[in-house]
Every structure is written in C-alpha cells, then in structure tokens.
C-alpha cells in the first residue's frame, strides 16, 4: 500500500509512472486501497478454445498454484468474473462469442491474450481461411503473453503484469490535478 | 490374418480390385460402382468380419478426388484399408456407405463440407461446419482473397 515510487522497483523491472504531481493523500490512498484490492484477486473467466487451455489448467494445479496469488476462483458466467484468459485460438465462429463475454463483464475487466495465436494468429497466420489473426481484433487487450503455448511460469509472469498495469490505474482523479508523463526507469548507476 | 493371407484373400474374392501391400495395411481400390456391394461384403464375411469403419476422408488428386476408408475388425483384429476414386473433379458422386457403417453418416457429411463429394442416398446430406454458400476449402485449387495470407 502506498504510493508507488521509483525506489520500490528492481533495475530489471517493468517501466511505470513512478511519480506525478497533484493528487491529495486521501484520494491517492484510496487509489491504492483499490488497485491492490483488484489485483490481488482477479477471477478469471474459464475461456479455453485450444491448447493453450492445457497451461490454463496447469497454472490451477499444485505445481505451478495459481491459487496463492488470488485468481483460483474462476468463474464460468461472465457476470461475476474480473479478467478473461484468452487461451486458444479464435475462429470467426467463436469471434462473436467472445466479442459477447465481453460486453457481459462488468467493469473493471481485464484481457489477457495467451499464446501466438490470439496475439497474431500465431501458426494459423497463413493459408488459413477461419482463424482470426489476433484476438486485438476482436477485443482491447491488455497484456500478450507470448508462447506456444507459453509455459506455465510465463503465464503466471504475464498475470503479474497485469497486477502491475492495474496498480497504476487512477480511479479516483481529481479534475484539475496536472499528472507527468511516465519517464522510463534509467540505470541509477 | 496376417497382410499377406488378407492380400490374397482380397484377391480371390474381388478380381476387379485393385490389392496392394501398403506400408502399413493392405490397401485395395475398388470402382465407383462396386463400392457398396464390396463394403457389403467385406462387413459380412466370415474371414474378414470387418465391422468397425475407423476412419473416413477424402484426397485431393489433380484428377479426381478419392475417398479412403480405414476398416477394422474387432473380432480378428486386422485393419485394412479401402480406397475409392470417383469420376471428375467437378461433380464427384459416390454411393453412401452409410447402410454398412452407420458411423459414415457424419463422416461423410464432413467430406461433403470440405471437399465437395456428393453421396447418394445420403440420408441427411447436408454442410457440418461450414455456412451453405461457401467453397470447399480442403480443395487444393481453394482460393479466398479476404480470409487467406497466402504464402
């Protein structure tokens, strides 16, 4: 909790607005409250078309637990879930399915693609008549997760990602406040 | 039975046929027309009860397309396979095989989809996956401008 300064960041680690100006202690606060709240529980919704479901399934299990960090509730109805994993390849059969779980979810809601094939169509990219070559073209997505399929620790990296991308979201803004641009991490050597 | 007694079974029973040893199943081509009588028989033989149809496709030759059969015999436990060529790429017609092995229905439905066979008396001979007025993608001449990344 608190807010996010440079200093709480390895070198290595992902760049991020690490500072901004304006912004009362309380709301910032209460953005923190929110934000860690959200990220430490994202129920993902069991969307698995293809091979990718099999990672989808080996992150719930107990070698690679998914359910220390909060997401093993997965929910089947769209209604009660945060994030939707899209493991698997989208057909244009299945593209309006998704483009309809989607809408259903209530916000805030979260997309990550898993896997080449909804990041670009991956090995269906060419000389294919039914795949849809990315699943940005059917939903925003958040974060890609590349692989084929990826493997079970990728996974679980690509969904600490999107922990972090959700910790800098600002839900309570004032309206006047001036933010800073995000400035890239630089070595502090 | 072993490939080579099936071999000259096959050949005793059907002269018009085709037999030849495959690399793996004794693989015999029949005519167009005889198809569902050798099916027939081939179902209801003693020596070779083969009552379980494994697998149904078809092949896209620059000539015709045929339609291979996978068959195997849960009693003697030998697998055979059968292979059919029909008269033209343009209108391929073959008899269902669906009296014999119920399980053809679906399988032929799909090459039917996919590849533009048409079988007669066929009893619900329509598309499986595929909406009604697309083209037979599993054709090698298949060409679709917006779908396609040819490469």
Known sequence: MGIMYKHNYKENDYPVIAEYEGGSILLTSLDAIANWARSNSPWPLTFGTRCCAMELMAIGEPHYDFARFGFEVARASPRQADMILICGTINYKMAPVLKRLYDQMPDPKYVIAVGSCTISGGPFFYNSYAVVRGADHVIPVDVYVPGCPPRPEALLFGIFQLQKKIMRERNFKKKNIKYTEAKPIVNKK | ?151
């Open chain 2, 1 to 151: 039975m072993t490939n080579e007694e099936l071999k000259e079974y096959l050949t005793g029973q059907f002269p018009e046929a085709n037999v030849v040893q495959g690399p793996q199943f004794v693989e015999m081509t029949v005519s167009a027309e005889t198809l569902l009588a050798t099916a027939g028989k081939l179902k209801n033989a003693k020596e070779t009860s083969f009552d379980y149809l494994m697998n149904l496709t078809g092949i896209d030759y620059p000539d015709c397309i045929s339609v291979v059969y996978h068959l195997e015999s849960t009693r003697l436990h030998q697998v055979m396979v059968l292979k059919v060529k029909t008269a033209n790429r343009e209108e391929p017609v073959l008899d269902t095989v669906t009296p014999v092995w119920r399980t053809a229905k679906y399988h032929e439905r799909e090459v039917f989809d996919l590849l533009g066979v048409k079988f007669n008396n066929h009893t619900d001979l329509r598309r499986l996956f595929l909406e009604d007025d697309w083209g037979y993608p599993l054709r090698k001449d298949y060409v679709d401008e917006v779908r396609i990344i040819s490469r």
